[in-house]
């Protein structure tokens, strides 16, 4: 194998994870066309067609698959060697993939991620919001951030904020006409405010006291995915939401949102990052960690 076909198996990698030619380019900072011409280069000098392209995407062929799952590794432990050496030099480097809830990304890494760039001009970060639990190794991230509970006891997990609690709350104008709900049952009564998870489930509230688990499965007119028009619809009184504490910390503050079954909602471990357990960490991996770690009580 020449230089020239090292580069070529390089853009056809990025071709094949974008699905489309001018995201590649992007990525490697080339023309479309010279992306299309190096994999096209690369088909001709292999003998086999290793896209399939329509005018709408771009996928691999059953060969072009096969030669991604020997080269994705292959291509890792090259970005590796590069960013170790560049981390003899203390700049730690290369791209980050991340998978995160919005709610997460929006309120423990969006207001810090101007400094970690500012201290770490060397790495690019890629952050993916999905709701729903990721494979990280099958789909190539380096690290994720969710639930404490939620994470496989297989990862390795660090905090990256401090415990939460769940909050069921209603706008004032919903209370004037609505009583307070006293138990989770008595929200069978009421127009709750339900969540949709990428995984198209409805997610069921849960609550907890003394020991005591329940589950409740509500109902209300209003269904949506993301937890912020959750609270504006709640503060707009739409009906009762269940969202985190640290979500709506300034609108129970201000008064736009009153709590209620507080004594069913107990606190519990917060987010983490959690990566697979490696013989060796990347340093971009650290420097990430390190920088968005909880250090708090």
Same mark, same amino acid.
């Given at each position: 194998?020449?230089?020239?076909?090292?580069?070529?198996?390089?853009?056809?990698?990025?071709?094949?994870?974008?699905?489309?030619?001018?995201?590649?380019?992007?990525?490697?900072?080339?023309?479309?066309s010279?992306?299309?011409?190096?994999?096209?280069?690369?088909?001709?000098?292999?003998?086999?067609?290793?896209?399939?392209?329509?005018?709408r995407?771009?996928?691999?062929?059953?060969?072009?698959?096969?030669?991604? &799952?020997?080269?994705?590794?292959?291509?890792?432990? #090259?970005?590796?060697a590069?960013?170790?050496?560049?981390?003899?030099?203390?700049?730690?480097?290369? +791209?980050?993939?991340?998978?995160?809830?919005?709610?997460?990304?929006?309120?423990?890494?969006?207001?810090?991620?101007?400094?970690?760039?500012?201290?770490?001009?060397?790495? +690019?970060?890629?952050?993916?919001?999905?709701?729903g639990?990721?494979?990280?190794?099958?789909?190539?991230?380096?690290?994720?951030?969710?639930?404490?509970?939620?994470?496989?006891?297989?990862?390795?997990?660090? %905090?990256?904020?401090?415990?939460i609690?769940?909050?069921?709350?209603?706008?004032?104008?919903?209370?004037?006409?609505?009583? %307070?709900?006293?138990? !989770?049952?008595?929200?069978?009564?009421?127009?709750? #405010? /339900?969540?949709?998870? +990428?995984?198209?489930?409805?997610?069921?509230?849960?609550?907890?006291?003394?020991?005591?688990?329940?589950?409740?499965?509500?109902?209300?007119?209003?269904?949506? #995915?993301?937890?912020?028009?959750?609270?504006?619809?709640?503060?707009?009184?739409?009906?009762?939401?269940?969202?985190?504490?640290?979500?709506?910390? &300034?609108?129970?503050?201000?008064? %736009?949102?009153?709590?209620?079954?507080?004594?069913?909602?107990?606190?519990?471990?917060?987010?983490?990052?959690y990566?697979?357990?490696?013989? &060796?960490?990347? !340093?971009?991996?650290?420097?990430?960690?390190?920088?968005? /770690?909880? +250090?708090?009580?």
């Amino acid at each position: 194998m020449n230089r020239t076909q090292l580069s070529q198996l390089a853009v056809f990698a990025a071709v094949a994870a974008h699905r489309s030619f001018r995201a590649a380019g992007k990525e490697l900072s080339i023309a479309p066309s010279a992306v299309s011409h190096a994999v096209s280069s690369l088909e001709e000098s292999l003998g086999v067609r290793l896209l399939a392209r329509t005018t709408r995407s771009v996928l691999p062929t059953e060969e072009g698959q096969a030669l991604l &799952q020997r080269l994705g590794p292959a291509l890792e432990e #090259i970005d590796i060697a590069l960013e170790d050496t560049l981390a003899t030099r203390g700049r730690p480097a290369g +791209t980050l993939r991340i998978t995160a809830p919005r709610f997460a990304s929006d309120l423990l890494m969006a207001p810090r991620l101007g400094d970690f760039l500012n201290t770490y001009p060397d790495i +690019t970060l890629e952050i993916a919001n999905e709701d729903g639990f990721s494979d990280i190794v099958k789909e190539g991230y380096d690290a994720g951030i969710r639930l404490a509970e939620s994470i496989e006891g297989d990862m390795i997990a660090v %905090k990256v904020s401090p415990d939460i609690r769940t909050v069921i709350a209603g706008s004032p104008a919903y209370f004037e006409k609505n009583p %307070k709900p006293l138990h !989770p049952r008595d929200l069978v009564h009421h127009r709750c #405010i /339900k969540r949709r998870f +990428t995984d198209g489930s409805i997610y069921r509230w849960e609550f907890e006291k003394d020991g005591r688990e329940l589950v409740v499965a509500v109902d209300g007119p209003l269904i949506v #995915i993301e937890d912020r028009l959750a609270v504006l619809a709640a503060v707009n009184g739409a009906g009762l939401a269940y969202l985190f504490d640290i979500r709506v910390q &300034q609108e129970l503050a201000e008064g %736009k949102l009153i709590r209620v079954l507080e004594d069913w909602c107990p606190p519990y471990p917060g987010f983490c990052i959690y990566y697979p357990s490696r013989r &060796q960490m990347r !340093p971009a991996l650290r420097a990430f960690i390190d920088f968005f /770690k909880y +250090t708090g009580p």
